[in-house]
C-alpha cells in the first residue's frame, strides 16, 4: 500500500508564502506524475499544478508566476512553493500522485493515490 502524507498548510497573509510539501511512502517502484490540487467548500477539486515524470510542468492560469511545483525523487516528494498568495487561494490542498508499485517485481501499473488534504487560508 502506499500512504501520501501532505504538510506545512497554515494562516498566512495576503502576500505571503507558504511551502507545502507531499511525501509519499509505501511499495512504490516508480512516481511517473504529480499533482496539487485544491478544493473549497460547495466547489469542485480543481488542478492546480502537475509536474510529470520527464519534469514537465503544468499550471492552472490562476496561479502562473507565483506557485512553483517541484520534487525530491530521492525523498518521493512533491513541493509545492506558494509565493504572493490571495485570499481566493484559501482552500484545502491535496497532492495526487500516479505510480507503479512493487511486490517482488514492478507491476507496471498506473495507480492514483491521494493525500489526505491541508488546509491553506490567506487572511489579514
Known amino acids: 500500500q502506499v500512504l501520501l502524507v501532505e504538510s506545512g498548510g497554515g494562516l498566512v497573509q495576503p502576500g505571503g508564502s507558504l511551502r507545502l510539501s507531499c511525501a509519499a511512502s509505501g511499495s512504490i517502484f516508480s512516481i511517473n506524475a504529480w499533482g496539487w490540487y485544491r478544493q473549497v467548500p460547495g466547489k469542485q477539486r480543481e488542478l492546480v499544478a502537475t509536474l510529470a515524470g520527464d519534469g514537465t510542468t503544468n499550471y492552472a492560469d490562476f496561479v502562473k508566476g507565483r506557485f512553483t511545483i517541484s520534487r525530491d525523487n530521492a525523498e518521493n516528494t512533491v513541493y509545492l512553493q506558494m509565493n504572493s498568495l490571495k485570499p481566493e487561494d484559501t482552500a484545502v490542498y491535496y497532492c495526487?500522485?500516479?505510480?507503479?508499485?512493487?511486490?517482488?517485481?514492478?507491476?507496471?501499473?498506473?495507480?492514483?493515490?491521494w493525500g489526505q488534504g491541508t488546509q491553506v487560508t490567506v487572511s489579514s
Open positions: 495526487n500522485a500516479v505510480l507503479w508499485q512493487i511486490h517482488i517485481t514492478p507491476d507496471y501499473i498506473d495507480h492514483e493515490y
